[in-house]
Every structure is written in C-alpha cells, then in structure tokens.
C-alpha cells in the first residue's frame, strides 16, 4: 500500500459536470496538500491542509472546492471548469506544514472537454 | 518572489556517464531544499532532503549538494542507468505570511541511453 494514494487516476469531464478527486495518505500527517502541475509550467501549489484546517488558498478559482474532513483524507471538488484546467492533480503530504519532507501521490490526470 | 531554474531542461546521456544536475534559486532565505524524480504521467518521488543548515545529502548512487549563500544546489548521478530516464525536480521551501511553501523549477527531463 502506498503512502498517499490518489482516486481516480483518470477523469475526463465535461464543462457543466461535477466531479470530485480523493486523496488519501496512510503516513500519519498532520499536513495535506493539492498542486496542479501543467506542461512546461513548474508545480502551483493550490491548496494546504493542517490538521483539516485550511492555511493557504494561493487565489484559486471557486470553481475548485477542496474538503478535509479528517487528517488523512482531502477531496477536492470540480465544478464547470474550463478547458485550460486540464492538468495533472498531485497530492502531498507531510508530517506538518513546518519544513517537513511532502510525499507524493500518483497525481489524477484530469481532461476537460 | 523567490524562483527556480533547472539548468539544463533537458539532458541525453550513455549508460555509465556520472552527470551533474543544477537548480539555482533567487533567494537565500530557504528552509530546505528537496530532490525529486518524477516519471511520465506519474506523482513526484522524493529523493534528497537538505536542510538549510546542511552541504550535502547522500542516497545510493546520488550526492546532492546545497550552496545556499550562492542560491545553488547539485543532484550528481553516478554510473547512470537507463533505469534513471525521468524528469528531476528540486524544490526550496520557503516562508510564506505564517506559513511556508515549497517553489518549484520547471524540471530537467533526463534520458540515459542504453
């Protein structure tokens, strides 16, 4: 079992759908992240997690959602995107947010029609 | 704004050859600085971690080396293999308002030739 899995690997959704993506670890973390990772762009992180509490939202659209209900699950909820947010979606947690080492998970490759 | 770059994107080399990977960074004040592979289509895998009080970390056949006062790290690959084909990632975490965040460069894409 890997230390932070990712559900689905795939999806392909239209404009107007909902979808959602899961994330969970199975390292003990305390910290979970979302990163969108688009070609020939570095890695953005969107979202950050410590202990289900939300401490960083670097300006993403509401049309991304993400929920943590507990420390070892993160969702993160899609709502009418667009096309340009095809991207691959990874994963990460760590021990905690305070320079701790992130581990990775096999990221969801999303497709947007 | 602190930033990242991977010199050189991309990098073809024999099985055997020992090469030299680089990210250079434009500010100093970094908490660590991580090493990782990512393979097509696939999540990142940790390599190297070194804190911003270390010069160097070792794995196996991989040295990574950190110059913070020169905004410079090193990820050296001995006796490649084709088995090291990946893309290469390093990352320095930094503050951010009461937190911190990792920044990332752009990659550099490896291929090890049989």
């Known amino acids: 079992e890997t230390g932070v899995t990712q559900t689905p690997r795939h999806l392909v959704m239209g404009m107007t759908n909902k979808k959602s993506l899961k994330c969970e670890q199975h390292l003990g973390h305390n910290a979970m992240y979302w990163y969108k990772q688009s070609a020939k762009k570095p890695l953005e992180l969107m979202f950050v997690?410590?202990?289900?509490?939300?401490?960083e939202n670097n300006s993403v659209p509401s049309r991304f959602s993400p929920e943590c209900p507990n420390s070892s699950h993160l969702f993160l909820h899609l709502h009418t995107l667009q096309p340009e947010d095809s991207a691959l979606y990874l994963c990460?947690?760590?021990?905690?947010?305070?320079?701790?080492?992130?581990?990775f998970g096999e990221g969801s490759r999303l497709t947007v029609l | 704004k602190q930033e990242v770059t991977q010199i050189p994107a991309a990098l073809s080399v024999p099985e055997g050859e020992n090469l030299v990977l680089n990210c250079s960074f434009t500010?100093?004040?970094?908490?660590?600085l991580q090493w990782f592979r990512q393979d097509p289509g696939k999540g990142l895998t940790s390599l190297l971690l070194?804190?911003?009080?270390?010069r160097e970390q070792t794995s196996g056949r991989l040295n990574a080396s950190l110059d913070k006062s020169s905004g410079r790290s090193t990820l050296y690959i001995a006796a490649s293999q084709p088995g090291d084909s990946a893309t290469y990632l390093c990352?320095?975490?930094?503050?951010?308002?009461?937190?911190?965040?990792?920044?990332f460069g752009k990659g550099t894409k490896l291929t090890v030739n049989p």
């Open positions: 997690y410590s202990l289900e509490e939300r401490v």
């Open positions: 990352a320095v975490r930094v503050p951010q308002g009461g937190s911190e965040k990792l920044v």
């Open positions: 500010d100093s004040a970094i908490y660590n």
């Open positions: 070194i804190q911003s009080s270390q």
């Open positions: 990460a947690s760590s021990q905690d947010i305070v320079s701790g080492e992130l581990f």
